[in-house]
């Protein structure tokens, strides 16, 4: 598009370094540029020298500053700030930058503070043959929802990368509650009136104890004159240790126990407390926690339970979180990313791009062998855009087979592949303030659809698969994914796609039963093949599928077992539809409509 300012990207191939006749950048490198070098060497001295133009007049020819052998630096009076100080953010790049602002200052002091009240750290002698781990600095200015300023933030982080396993460290993975999950307890929650608060926990990481003996050198800026010598052996954890958020979600977990919380074993993120008239649901995501509570008053009575273990701030009503926006509407709430999405634009340097009303083509197939490959930094620039653009599905349904689709070429991606990841980035100019809607519903019936596009990748003729699943009226999850085994026929497709759906179903009515949330035991799931609802019920067919895995036929044992209803639907009603195909304009915005997308 002739409006489009994202650059073109260059090819492996060798190419001309003048770029384009418009003077557009032609390499996605330009989209992040090198800031631009120091004034005072480009400072224009006038000379006596003329050059005749092209209309015969005569004009001076500039002259830089270095030319005419003047080397001083030049002093700004105006308040100039030198790109070699700060970046572009206003964030400084090491310690010396930060000691000159005052504002960092004042931000490293209150962390470090905060480190020697919590008593994360004792000096003790260096001993040989131990492993001593380095620290740094690290700067962020963290801005509110509408992008203003809220506060500088300074935090020391350990140099994990040089701890050895065994030695330093044992287990590391901390479990994050899963997407769908906080939809199914948001759902709950509207459905029922209850209210939704939201926590966060100050140095969430460094309330972990640690088990390992881990030393550290001296914060930089912060060394014991009397005991230069010393390392810092730590007590509790420290942002940048491989076990860090291990050691934290372990000490909460256990305070939490302690309160008569019960963890749940769909999700482990996921506690619940029930007693009484009173029912909890938490939600823990590292350091960032939504409680959701049928009385106002337990939740009072929790944060002061955990304020005296962990230093709490009560967020209010759910409003941001993990860059979700949450917003009130007449019948609920409402899921939008439109912040991400402005950001991503910017990033991509596409935010004054023309936006189109579809996020792929329909009438064109990606492959891996179209387009030129691309260079190794647009490579790279090309699996970063698409890595944001997966996180951006959490709430965008809408876009989940396209970026599911521009994520099959990581490994090696084309220029027709990166025009593709482009039309996305437009569409979502289009709509970026479309989000998901979550309203109250009187059911809590587990519904789905489920989908199948067979054969669609002309590489490997392997299908795509998709399904929808409903709580009520509300979507609470979905999935867009190529499968794992060539399919042999369209039914085949079909089951597979059906299994998949029925796998997630069972794991919602386990998560439903864990909560106490009463719910129609017979799930009902829809496709639009009649070869596989007649295969999920009658055995007949074994000859035509004893090739298929046996681990899909436990679809077959749930409709036996009365707990699965499959009902067929035709092709023009399959809400799953978009999840395994480029639409047109017109099924597109069926399908947003079905999956309750929306604005505020």
Avoid at 90 to 112: F, H, I, R, T, V
């Amino acid at each position: 598009s002739s409006c489009d300012t994202s650059p073109e990207p260059t090819t492996a191939s060798p190419t001309h370094a003048g770029g384009s006749a418009s003077g557009a950048p032609d390499t996605i490198s330009a989209l992040d540029p090198e800031p631009p070098a120091a004034v005072s060497t480009l400072d224009l001295v006038p000379v006596s020298s003329t050059t005749p133009s092209a209309g015969g007049e005569l004009y001076q020819r500039p002259k830089t500053r270095l030319q005419s052998g003047i080397r001083k630096e030049k002093r700004y009076t105006d308040g100039t700030v030198k790109y070699s100080l700060l970046t572009s953010t206003g964030e400084p790049q090491n310690l010396s930058e930060a000691l000159e602002n005052n504002n960092w200052k004042q931000a490293m002091d209150a962390e470090y503070d905060a480190l020697m009240k919590n008593k994360t750290w004792h000096l003790v002698p260096p001993q040989k043959g131990r492993n001593i781990i380095d620290c740094k600095w690290v700067y962020k200015i963290k801005r509110k929802q509408d992008g203003s300023l809220d506060r500088y933030k300074a935090r020391l982080v350990a140099k994990g990368f040089k701890q050895r396993y065994g030695i330093d460290y044992e287990d590391t993975f901390s479990p994050v509650v899963k997407a769908a999950t906080i939809r199914v307890v948001l759902s709950i929650a509207v459905s029922r009136g209850w209210t939704i608060r939201q926590l966060d926990v100050h140095n969430a990481f460094l309330h972990g104890l640690l088990e390992e003996d881990v030393y550290m050198k001296q914060p930089p800026g912060y060394e014991d004159n009397s005991k230069k010598n010393y390392v810092c052996k730590l007590d509790k954890a420290l942002y940048g240790l491989k076990q860090a958020p291990r050691a934290w979600f372990s000490r909460l977990s256990k305070k939490l126990y302690a309160l008569g919380f019960k963890g749940s074993k769909a999700d482990t993120s996921l506690f619940y407390y029930s007693k009484g008239d009173v029912i909890m649901f938490m939600l823990i995501y590292v350091d960032d926690i939504i409680v959701v509570s049928s009385k106002q008053e337990a939740v009072a009575a929790l944060l002061q339970d955990l304020h005296s273990d962990f230093p709490l701030k009560d967020l209010g009503d759910l409003h941001y979180f993990l860059g979700i926006e949450v917003a009130k509407t007449k019948h609920g709430i409402i899921l939008t990313q439109e912040k991400y999405v402005n950001d991503l634009l910017k990033r991509a340097n596409m935010a004054d791009c023309k936006p189109v009303s579809t996020p792929l083509s329909t009438s064109e197939k990606l492959s891996i062998y179209e387009g030129d490959p691309l260079g190794p930094i647009d490579a790279s620039r090309y699996r970063s855009i698409v890595g944001a653009l997966q996180y951006l599905t959490l709430t965008r349904p809408d876009i989940a087979f396209s970026v599911n689709k521009v994520c099959q070429f990581l490994h090696a991606p084309t220029t027709v592949h990166w025009a593709a990841v482009k039309r996305i980035l437009r569409y979502l100019k289009s709509c970026a303030k479309l989000g998901l809607k979550i309203n109250k519903s009187f059911s809590f019936l587990v519904s789905a659809y489920s989908d199948a596009d067979w054969a669609g990748c002309p590489d490997d003729r392997r299908s795509t698969g998709g399904f929808a699943v409903f709580l009520g009226n509300n979507l609470v999850s979905w999935h867009a994914k190529k499968q794992a085994t060539v399919s042999r026929s369209s039914t085949e497709a079909e089951y597979k796609a059906l299994a998949n759906a029925t796998a997630e179903i069972i794991w919602i009515q386990t998560l439903l039963k864990e909560l106490k949330v009463s719910s129609p035991p017979v799930a009902q799931l829809k496709c639009d093949n009649m070869g596989a609802k007649y295969l999920a019920s009658n055995p007949v067919f074994h000859a035509r599928t004893k090739h298929i895995e046996v681990d899909f036929h436990f679809v077959r044992e749930r409709v036996n077992s009365k707990l699965l209803q499959i009902d067929f639907v035709p092709s023009e009603d399959q809400v799953a539809d978009g999840f395994t195909k480029a639409l047109s304009v017109r099924k597109l915005e069926n399908f947003k409509y079905h999956l309750n997308l929306g604005k505020l």
